[in-house]
């Protein structure tokens, strides 16, 4: 099923970057592996919404190219090291930054030098449970950034919004797997942050409903009303629903059936 509303979903015509990107992944992975595959996919995916939302917000088209590009950079190294995209053994989102600006992989891309350090924020916290200002503005202070403070955090909630996006689309199709988890019932903690309209802590996610409650949760960090105006919420409240939902004992469904009730309607941006 996919949600997102009057767009292709073909992959990009690749630039040069784009190109430089796809061969890192063919000439040091294995692509016959499931999950590599989907990842390279899943990558340029993201480059198409943030080209997208990004023209529609009027950000440059480049930078907004690159930083989709790049965001899940580590991913494929974790797979291999791992057959897991479990952050807690590999932080793929810190991972990407170490190897891209510690270790010099960004070298490889025609990336202008001034765009470093916003790449670099967006990238580092695309993943995490919320945008650290205050690390964003010290770090900041070191810098001689051609970027305003609100043009990173502007690129920051990009990225954040794009991967959501792809992952909701993922999700929608019943691409997601519940099946590392068998326990039933929920977390206290979860259920309450989902009441609470607040993002999940994915170190929190103990059981199958969990899970499932972390799907609604992720609405709730969306920044931009372009990201939900391509999506059809209702289409994705269902294949909630229909592929996770049934995967649950009836207590639990019960439970998750409720909650869409109660957090459908009020779904909204970040402030």
């Given amino acids: 099923m996919n949600i997102i509303k009057d767009y292709n979903f073909e992959l990009p015509v690749l630039n040069n970057n784009g190109k430089v990107f796809e061969q890192y992944v063919k000439d040091n ?14 990558t340029f995916r993201v480059v198409n ?7 529609q917000l009027g950000l440059d088209e480049n930078l907004c190219y690159n930083i989709g590009l790049l965001h899940d ?15 807690k053994y590999f932080e793929h ?16 891309f025609d990336i202008d030098e001034d765009d470093y350090f916003l790449i670099n924020m967006a990238i580092k916290f695309h993943n995490k449970i ?3 200002l205050n690390y964003i503005q010290s770090e900041y202070k070191k810098q001689n950034c051609k970027y305003s403070f609100k043009d990173i955090l502007t690129y920051c909630k990009l990225i954040r919004d794009c991967d959501k996006l792809d992952i909701f689309n993922q999700i929608a199709k019943g691409e997601m797997t519940l099946n590392y988890l068998t326990d039933n019932g929920f977390n ?5 942050s989902v009441k609470n309209h607040t993002s999940v802590n994915t170190s929190q996610i103990k059981t199958k409903l969990d899970r499932v409650l972390c799907f609604i949760a992720f609405l709730f960090d969306i920044y931009f009303p372009q990201t939900l105006n391509i999506m059809d919420l209702d289409r994705y409240f269902l294949a909630v629903d229909k592929h996770y939902g049934s995967l649950l004992n009836s207590d639990d469904r019960q439970i998750l059936n409720k909650v869409i009730k109660e957090v459908k309607p009020s779904i909204s941006v970040v402030a």
């Avoid at 206290?188 to 309450?192: E, M, R, S, W, Y």
Wanted: glycine residues 4%; contains cysteine; charged residues 35%.
């Fill in 29 to 42: 992975f294995d692509l016959s592996i499931n999950r590599i595959e989907r990842k390279l996919f899943h």
């Fill in 130 to 132: 919320k945008i650290d």
């Fill in 73 to 87: 950079y580590a991913r494929f190294k974790q797979w291999t090291l791992h057959q897991s995209f479990n952050d």
């Fill in 93 to 108: 989102a810190d991972e990407a930054v170490k190897m891209l600006f510690e270790e010099g992989d960004i070298k490889k």
């Fill in 49 to 55: 919404f943030c080209t997208l939302i990004g023209k």
């Fill in 188 to 192: 206290p903690a979860v259920l309450k």
